[in-house]
């Protein structure tokens, strides 16, 4: 099959999981045979047909390695400063040269902030960080989480293409200051 006949879908989880080469096989068998899918997967009934293969997309995304590393950093709209550090400094597609001396500073003047507030202007924060080293952060819409995932600036464009493509525009979104 050539990269132009897959679902825009399955070419978004290539892109986000380049190492994980059964993630992509599993979106690209809920494409395929969704049927299939659920049996393998255990659940309990087909999705909405336009609704299955995200679900799937997210379903894999939010799968652990076998040695436990994430693709994605899942934080509640109003999670603290430390756990969206910790969150996105130890995931995997966390860019490198990302610097992080600036946070604790940044945390402190934000005291008594409403936490999600708190949340929104780290998050866009980092995401600004990140796009001046190349990188994009992209976010997946999930109700009130921020569901949050590093890669390349190149590739986050693709990746922003391919979900207008596939009708899901709206559901991925690349994070930075407004």
Known sequence: MTTESKHPLVEIMALAAPDRAALTEAVELAARDPESYVRERHWIDLEPADEFVWEA?????????????????????????????????????????????????????????????????????????????????????????????????????HILRLADSAGRARDIEVIRKR
Request: with cysteine.
């Open 57 to 157: 997309l997210y379903d894999q995304l939010s799968e652990p390695s076998d040695d436990g590393d994430t693709l994605l950093a899942i934080f509640d709209w109003k999670d603290d400063a430390d756990t969206i550090h910790s969150g996105l400094f130890y995931l995997g597609s966390c860019p490198e040269e990302l610097d992080w001396e600036w946070f604790p500073a940044r945390v402190s003047a934000m005291k008594g902030d409403h936490p999600g507030d708190v949340a929104q202007s780290l998050i866009s924060e980092i995401g600004e960080r990140s796009h001046t080293l190349g990188f994009s952060l992209l976010n997946i819409a999930r109700g009130d989480s921020y569901v949050l995932f590093f890669v390349p600036t190149a590739v986050g464009q």
